[in-house]
Every structure is written in structure tokens, then in C-alpha cells.
């Protein structure tokens, strides 16, 4: 009998043991993130590249976009390179806690929902959701005129979340990139796009009298970038570098850039 206890007590202290050196090498393993980037002179970022003016290919295939401009100057300022892991939006949490990447920029809001698995740096700029018609429609003039519409969102996105509280549309299509909702939008399968409103901006100055925003916006929401949990010491540097380009006006730069006005002008 003591011998099964003695063992039951060894298998205990052994399982305990364990853990708490799982959990030491895991904290280890965090806070030593930073000194890891600037060591291999690299930080890999997971990002789309169906959501333009943030992050999308141009003419030529290269990904260019207010966020890509915003995390290499982020690079820069560590002292490193960026080098950028494209994907579907809605994967990108989940590879970014299964290790896939150092960190996530790609206009992702900073929500409470969110936040049970990944964590945040400062926000970097605010969005909101708004919503874009084509501009000949004179019937939608706000989210009560959606009742027997077709609408479309991007998957996985705080749009698709507003979307999906607007009550009595006929059909939410979702779509992997907001450009295929567009595209939809265009030839007539779906009455209007729930978006973010720099994106919404976007469009109307690349499709000039193709596309409108309907006046007021649905949300307002702050974006960040995402971190696993416990990686604090890369947090908090990218938190000064925000604040320190916001104070030297690099992010107002980057933003009359994509944006044609200064989403940071009070």
C-alpha cells in the first residue's frame, strides 16, 4: 500500500514538475522574442492581401498597402526587416498562435473577443464599419434600408459581426476578400458591402462614380497588432515605436498616402 502511494506521489510530482517546466521554458521562450528578431536581423508579420488600401497586390504582384508601409517602418525602427506571411484573414490568429509568424498587422480590430487569445499592441488607427453601394442606388440610406437585401462582408472580420446583427437582410454572402465583394457588388449579386470605412474611402477614389459610402458609420473600432499572450517585451517596444511615429507625424504621412487625408488630424 505505501508503495502505491509512494508511486501515486512520484507520478504526481512528476506531472507538476512537468508543467511547470513547460510553462517556464514557454514564458522563457516569450520574453526572449524580441532579443530573438534582433538577433536574426528579421521579424516575420502574417498579413491578407485582399484588402486594399491596407494590405494588396499591385499592378506588378508586389504587396504594398497603408499596413505593409506601417510594418516596415515598424522593421526599420527595431532594426530589422520585415518579411511578410500571406493569408486568408480568418487563419490569421490561428497561425499566429501556432507559431507561424512573429506577429499579425492586418487591420485587425481590437475587440474583447479577441483578446481571450491574443493580445494587443496600442492602436495604431481607428476604423469603423460603413456601408458601400453602388453609386446609382438611391434606396439605401442607412442599415434599416438592408431588410430584404443581399449584403456581402469579409470573412472572419468585425464586419462580418456587424453584418450579421443587421436584422431582416435576405442573404449575408461572405467573402474570403472584400475585393470579390466588390466585384459582386459591381455586376448586381449583392445590393451593398459592410466594410471598413478606409477601405470604403479607398475604392470610392479608385472607382470614381462607381461606388459610394452611405453617410454614417455603423462602428468605430481601433486596430492593433496581435501578439501571442506573454510576448510582452515585443509588445511593449512596438508600443513606443506607435507612439513615437504618431508624434513625428509618419503615420499622418502614411496616411494622406493611402487615404488621401489625414486620419490622425483632430
Given at each position: 500500500?505505501?508503495?502505491?502511494?509512494?508511486?501515486?506521489?512520484?507520478?504526481?510530482?512528476?506531472?507538476?514538475?512537468?508543467?511547470?517546466?513547460?510553462?517556464?521554458?514557454?514564458?522563457?521562450?516569450?520574453?526572449?522574442?524580441?532579443?530573438?528578431?534582433?538577433?536574426?536581423?528579421?521579424?516575420?508579420?502574417?498579413?491578407e492581401?485582399g484588402?486594399?488600401?491596407?494590405e494588396?497586390?499591385?499592378?506588378?504582384?508586389k504587396?504594398?498597402?497603408?499596413?505593409?508601409?506601417?510594418?516596415n517602418?515598424?522593421?526599420?525602427?527595431?532594426?530589422?526587416?520585415?518579411?511578410?506571411?500571406?493569408?486568408?484573414?480568418?487563419?490569421?490568429?490561428?497561425?499566429?498562435?501556432?507559431?507561424?509568424?512573429?506577429?499579425?498587422?492586418?487591420?485587425?480590430?481590437?475587440?474583447?473577443?479577441?483578446k481571450?487569445?491574443?493580445?494587443?499592441?496600442?492602436?495604431?488607427?481607428?476604423g469603423?464599419?460603413?456601408i458601400?453601394v453602388?453609386?446609382?442606388?438611391?434606396?439605401?440610406?442607412?442599415?434599416?434600408?438592408l431588410?430584404?437585401?443581399?449584403?456581402a462582408?469579409?470573412?472572419?472580420?468585425?464586419?462580418?459581426?456587424?453584418a450579421?446583427?443587421?436584422?431582416?437582410?435576405?442573404?449575408?454572402?461572405k467573402?474570403?476578400?472584400?475585393?470579390?465583394?466588390?466585384?459582386?457588388?459591381s455586376?448586381g449579386r449583392?445590393?451593398?458591402?459592410?466594410?471598413?470605412?478606409?477601405?470604403?474611402?479607398?475604392?470610392?477614389?479608385?472607382?470614381?462614380?462607381?461606388?459610394?459610402?452611405v453617410?454614417?458609420?455603423?462602428?468605430?473600432?481601433?486596430?492593433g497588432?496581435?501578439?501571442?499572450?506573454?510576448?510582452?517585451s515585443?509588445?511593449?517596444?512596438?508600443?513606443?515605436i506607435?507612439?513615437?511615429?504618431?508624434?513625428?507625424?509618419?503615420?499622418?504621412?502614411?496616411?494622406?498616402?493611402?487615404?488621401g487625408f489625414?486620419?490622425y488630424?483632430?
Amino acid at each position: 500500500m505505501k508503495k502505491l502511494i509512494a508511486a501515486a506521489v512520484a507520478v504526481v510530482f512528476s506531472v507538476v514538475l512537468f508543467a511547470a517546466c513547460g510553462q517556464t521554458t514557454k514564458n522563457n521562450a516569450n520574453s526572449n522574442l524580441l532579443d530573438k528578431i534582433k538577433k536574426s536581423g528579421e521579424i516575420t508579420i502574417g498579413t491578407e492581401e485582399g484588402y486594399p488600401p491596407m494590405e494588396f497586390r499591385d499592378g506588378s504582384g508586389k504587396l504594398v498597402g497603408f499596413d505593409v508601409d506601417f510594418s516596415n517602418e515598424v522593421a526599420k525602427r527595431l532594426g530589422v526587416k520585415a518579411n511578410f506571411l500571406v493569408m486568408d484573414f480568418n487563419g490569421l490568429i490561428l497561425a499566429l498562435n501556432s507559431n507561424k509568424f512573429d506577429a499579425a498587422v492586418a487591420s485587425i480590430s481590437i475587440t474583447d473577443e479577441r483578446k481571450k487569445n491574443t493580445d494587443f499592441s496600442a492602436s495604431y488607427i481607428n476604423g469603423g464599419q460603413v456601408i458601400a453601394v453602388k453609386s446609382g442606388r438611391e434606396d439605401i440610406k442607412g442599415a434599416g434600408d438592408l431588410k430584404g437585401k443581399v449584403i456581402a462582408c469579409e470573412l472572419g472580420t468585425t464586419g462580418e459581426k456587424v453584418a450579421n446583427g443587421i436584422k431582416g437582410v435576405k442573404e449575408l454572402k461572405k467573402y474570403d476578400k472584400i475585393t470579390e465583394a466588390f466585384q459582386d457588388m459591381s455586376i448586381g449579386r449583392v445590393d451593398a458591402a459592410v466594410i471598413d470605412e478606409q477601405v470604403g474611402g479607398y475604392y470610392i477614389q479608385k472607382k470614381k462614380g462607381e461606388f459610394k459610402i452611405v453617410p454614417g458609420a455603423l462602428s468605430k473600432e481601433p486596430m492593433g497588432v496581435a501578439y501571442r499572450k506573454g510576448d510582452d517585451s515585443l509588445k511593449k517596444e512596438i508600443d513606443k515605436i506607435i507612439a513615437d511615429m504618431k508624434k513625428d507625424g509618419t503615420l499622418s504621412k502614411l496616411s494622406v498616402k493611402w487615404f488621401g487625408f489625414d486620419v490622425y488630424k483632430e
